[in-house]
């Protein structure tokens, strides 16, 4: 089976190169600072019991073109020959230690391309790719069989290389030359290696837009084997290949690409792909200037859609995000901001969340349905072809270090529901299934969009009555608002003239800070800016939180206003507020400003809608206290009607709660759901006793 290669190969241009003495003239005398850098590098490999060294491509086109020029046509001779050459020194070097070791792996790095996925084409094929992604599935490790011995019936002993998934028995024997009779394989002398198949798929900011996500298979050998986890954004270096059909089943005409596994460079800093140049910085720094700054990102956001003020100004908050912080016990406290909009149809939520998608250096828009079987979390899957499990990331993960754009977020999978809670507060995501284990990153900000159960918001009932969401949700995010469309003439004119002069005018709209360049800006802020909280500040936001705490100790039947939950929210929108104007310190301005949203956000959803009061218990609960106390006034005449004549009758909890105030409609909702909860129930005919 092994085919006789050339030493020599001709190129193009007529020449020829014998590449193994190329090959070792680089690593002999390839010199960066007077000093040998790749025979540097052995000697550390083996220092460090490795068996691989990073070629930087860049050192191999300015030393030997023509080899590079090869390395990228014929790559699998060319790494064959690589690897012979470098065994060669490690033997000189450290004889013992090339008698442990198989096979020492040149892992080439900055090649002068970085492909996109969808740009990878078939005449590509058995060459060298760079090609960029994101992880978005992982097998677990297996051990693959590479070289496989097989035994004759005459006795004899043929190696055969392994390509792809399929083994394949030589045809004829090279002592016998029979080509019938039985082969054995023997797996002893057989030779696996560590392996795993990942997929990655196109990063979503490089998506066309409405189009499906390309994906590539990628086999990972050896060390590489979980370098990569499903999150992780990647540039992939490897040989395009295109697999085998099997033997057994009838070939297959259309064939899957993929990529054997050179090197693996994970992307480390999040945000990193933006690139801002000097005069970006000076631009951006000029712009912050400006006194009007943050009015003028916030009139940028979504120009073509009329009004919503409060709302934008929340996504301007979300797109920069507060400053995460990390307890001295290793907690993690997030700086991202989740918002939601909870709202009737046809009040633009859709398109907002859309066009942030697009705007922001790092998002993904999905619906709460999910686009994929892993869905807004992660999951393991079962590969249809091959049968196997494979862990897949779902869009919070996809989205790490970024925003999550959420549409019908009440349309939420089962699964999911379950799984977020951890995303929103400790960013993570973990998932035990199918002998997988795994925690992955999810340090998302939530920008989520929901229509209201009974297609209409209904203004008498609570937040939670009007979303399909638990309220353990509900009151993870930092605002939540709610978009009621309300016939009202004054508005509906402006509203007609936007639509209509944003239609004549198309494409032209023009946002006041055009959008390269807030992207840059944004980038720039999440980068660098890390405001601290003043003194002043921070004396602000506590007084408020316990102005709002002292209302509900002061009169007892006034409901307890706010939890700490809404103070670090407090504190994440005043930190935003200020890195919107690249301020280093958050000061008594932006927290004033994040009072004005919390109390704004808590009118809009939290009002108790029989006292008039704020109560953030319906964003926690889903009840408002003062229906919960009238529950707990009409267990106690029932309590006591019981208690005199064994049931208590409809007309007599009426009468009695009509003297504490109570209406008689609610007494009998209250008494519905009472049965309903199984608190109480029916004695006799209209007569009701407790349960217990
Ligand atoms: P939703 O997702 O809330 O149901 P969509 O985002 O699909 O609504 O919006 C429906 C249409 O109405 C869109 O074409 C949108 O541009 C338009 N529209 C609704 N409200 C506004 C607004 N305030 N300004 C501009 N266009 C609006
Ligand atoms: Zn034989
Ligand atoms: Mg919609």
Redesign the pocket.
Known sequence: MTQELPTQISLESGLTVDVASSIEDFIQNFKVDGKAKYREHIKKMILENRADIEINFEDLMIYNPKLAELTLKNPEYVIKQFSNVLKKFVEYEAPEYAEKVHEIIPRFKNLPIVYKIRDLKSYMLDTLVAVEGIVVRASPPKQKLVEAVFQHECGNEVRVTVTDDVIERPLQCPFCHKSTGTWKLLEEKSLFKDFQRIVIQEKPEEMPAGRMPRSIEADVYDDLVDVARPGDRVIIIGILKVRKSSGAKKAKSLRDMYIEVNNIIVSQRILEEIEITKEDEEKIRELAKDPLIRRKIIASIAP?????WDIKEAIALLLFGGVPKTLPDGTRIRGDIHVLII??????????LQYVAKIAPRAVYTTGKGATAAGLTAAVVRDKQTGEYYLEAGALVIADGGIACI?EIDKMREEDRVAIHEAMEQQTVSITKAGIVARLNARTSILA?G?PKYGRYLPNRSIAENVNLPPTILSRFDLIFV?RDVPDTERDLQ?AR??TY?HMKGEDIKPLIDVDTLRKYIAYARKYVRPVLSEEARHMLEEFFVEMRRKSLEAPDSPIAITARQLEALIRLAEAHAKMALKNVVTEEDAAEAIRLMKSMLESVGIDIESGEVDIDVIMTGKPKSQREKILIIEEIIRELAKEKGCAKIKEIVSKAREKGIEDKLVEEILTKMRREGLIYQASEGCYAPVV
Request: aromatic share 0%; glycine share 14%.
């Open positions: 073509a859609i009329h009004g919503l709202g009737d149809p046809g009040t633009a939520k859709s398109q907002l549409d969009a229509n978009l509203l936007h639509i944003t």
